[in-house]
């Protein structure tokens, strides 16, 4: 049962999970049961990565379009039915209380490498655009609920499948080219979008709200600016080695928002410093590299694509909530992997990582 199993993967996967535990120890000692919960957790999460990793990549195939069509009939019902928490409906009660969004970080990418994969070696234009479509049908309903973090997660996931099947670059240039037009505009004419009264079209008024804060969280210090004002001071105020295990001032002084959840990389990098920070950082390049390595390697498209989405995943977890935590990205909703609380994020990771570990196995399997 142990045979087979990637030994570099499993060692950036241990580094981050020590980290984890011991972050999370210090920033969460006064929060009763967090560091008993976030370690069940990880058990939780190990047991699943096991047991998948047994599953052969074709039986993986087998739950593509199952999984994914629950997945868009979970987020239906939540649009209909389901349950709203601070302002935004994101969940459903089926005796027990589920994210049905949570789901489509996983079915999203198995659903579209499933559809390359039938297509092979015969791939036209509609089926691009047939695979867009399978894309933006669960992002708009995670949109709509409003969730911008998960949306932008699988978006990620979704349009990483799309392009490692073969996407010309001509059709990806010109999206790139408009969004970096757009944040430029934004740089040089903030002051006058976020004026008093001015109403951005699309987007909410709380994803608005962030975008102008983050241009300037000054604007309002203790209120919406609050989160991104702290994270940086705490960031920085630890330096190049860090105030020490347990002695954060800002972490413990309850000056850090969410220092469990969302924030927790502040609460991290003012204990451990820039050295403490490098090492994170280390660790989850480590594990996006050996899964693009995983990918090059898989012996199917199915299996090179899914594999690839993965690493994308992990890189984009790692990146947004780095970015938001320092005041370079808007504050949405992401974790940061094996660090924040979070039991149902906890699981995911587990289901990417195990599909990650059996790509790797059935690799070694075919090779010998």
């Known amino acids: 049962m142990l045979r087979g199993f990637d030994g570099p993967l499993a060692f950036a996967i241990f580094l981050l999970c020590g980290l984890g535990l011991l972050t999370m120890y210090s920033s969460?000692?006064?929060?009763?049961?967090?560091?008993?919960?976030?370690?069940?957790?990880?058990?939780?999460?190990?047991?699943?990565?096991f047991v998948v990793a047994q599953v052969p990549p074709q039986r993986l195939m087998r739950v593509a379009v199952p999984l994914y069509t629950v997945g868009v009939a979970l987020l239906i019902a939540v649009a209909l039915f389901g349950l709203t928490k601070k302002g935004a409906r994101r969940w459903l009660n089926v005796g027990v209380v589920i994210q049905p969004s949570e789901i489509m970080k996983i079915a999203m990418p198995l659903m579209l490498a499933w559809w390359f994969q039938k297509r092979e070696g015969a791939l036209r234009a509609v089926d691009f655009l047939a695979a867009g479509v399978l894309l933006a049908v669960p992002v708009g309903l995670i949109m709509k609920q409003p969730d911008l973090g998960t949306a932008l997660l699988v978006l990620a996931s979704g349009v990483s499948v799309i392009f490692f099947a073969g996407l010309s670059w001509r059709?990806?240039?010109?999206?790139?080219?408009?969004?970096?037009?757009?944040?430029?505009?934004?740089?040089?004419?903030?002051?006058d979008w976020c004026a008093e009264g001015v109403r951005w079209p699309i987007l909410h008024d709380y994803q608005q709200q962030r975008i102008c804060t983050l241009l300037d969280p000054t604007r309002d210090p203790l209120g919406k600016g609050f989160h991104i004002i702290q994270g940086m001071i705490a960031i920085g105020s630890g330096?190049?080695?860090?105030?020490?295990?347990?002695?954060?001032?800002?972490?413990?002084?309850?000056?850090?928002?969410?220092?469990t959840t969302d924030f927790?990389?502040?609460?991290?990098?003012?204990?451990?410093?820039?050295?403490?920070?490098?090492?994170?950082?280390?660790?989850?390049?480590?594990?996006?590299?050996?899964?693009?390595?995983?990918?090059?390697?898989?012996?199917?498209?199915?299996?090179?694509?899914l594999a690839g989405a993965i690493a994308v995943m992990f890189f984009s977890y790692a990146f947004v909530n780095m970015g938001m935590v320092s005041g370079i990205l808007p504050v949405v909703g992401v974790p940061l992997p094996f660090i924040s609380y979070g039991g149902t994020a906890m699981v995911t990771l587990g289901l990417a990582l195990g599909m990650l570990m059996s790509i790797s196995r059935a690799k070694r399997l075919v090779q010998t």
């Open 264 to 305: 927790i990389f502040a609460a991290f990098g003012e204990e451990f410093g820039l050295l403490g920070a490098l090492l994170l950082i280390g660790g989850f390049i480590a594990l996006v590299l050996r899964a693009l390595v995983i990918a090059a390697q898989a012996p199917t498209l199915f299996t090179r694509l």
């Open 28 to 49: 969460g000692y006064d929060h009763g049961t967090r560091f008993v919960d976030h370690a069940r957790n990880m058990l939780i999460a190990g047991f699943i990565l």
């Open 171 to 191: 059709l990806v240039v010109p999206p790139v080219v408009l969004g970096v037009a757009a944040i430029g505009a934004l740089v040089f004419f903030g002051d």
């Open 239 to 259: 330096g190049f080695t860090g105030k020490g295990f347990m002695q954060g001032t800002q972490t413990h002084l309850e000056f850090v928002p969410e220092r």
